[in-house]
């Protein structure tokens, strides 16, 4: 059964814009003038997929989101509320996954319970 709540798909997804942005802020003040592009992988049957944040496609698996690049004076909130945005719309969770999670994390509390 799906419990799947907008909260807990959103905490997934922040969890992976915070390191992603901040391996980008790391990088662009190292390179003030690189180029950072937003890209995505698409879930798998056994992975969701991934989010990141670099100069050039990382490898043929990935896509990228748009063809915007980051501002070279956007904040880091600014970059973290502009994934946030794309992430929205980008099919990178495996919604088997998800529920195949809490099932276990059911069978789990159940199996205390005992």
């Given at each position: 059964?799906n ?5 807990k798909?959103?905490?997934?997804i ?6 992603t942005?901040?391996e ?5 003040c190292?390179?003030?003038s ?22 050039d ?14 501002g ?22 495996n ?20």
């Amino acid at each position: 059964m799906n419990q799947t709540t907008p909260e807990k798909i959103g905490g997934l997804i922040n969890a992976w814009i915070e390191p992603t942005v901040s391996e980008w802020y790391r990088r662009q003040c190292a390179n003030h003038s690189a180029a950072f592009y937003l890209y995505f992988q698409k879930p798998t049957e056994d992975h969701h997929g991934d989010i990141a944040i670099e100069t050039d496609l990382p490898n043929e698996n990935w896509e990228l989101v748009t063809p915007e690049r980051i501002g070279l004076s956007w904040s880091r909130d600014k970059v973290k509320q502009w994934v946030r945005e794309h992430c929205r719309r980008l099919p990178i969770l495996n919604p088997d996954l998800l529920d195949q999670k809490e099932e276990t994390d059911e069978a789990k509390r159940k199996d205390a319970l005992l």
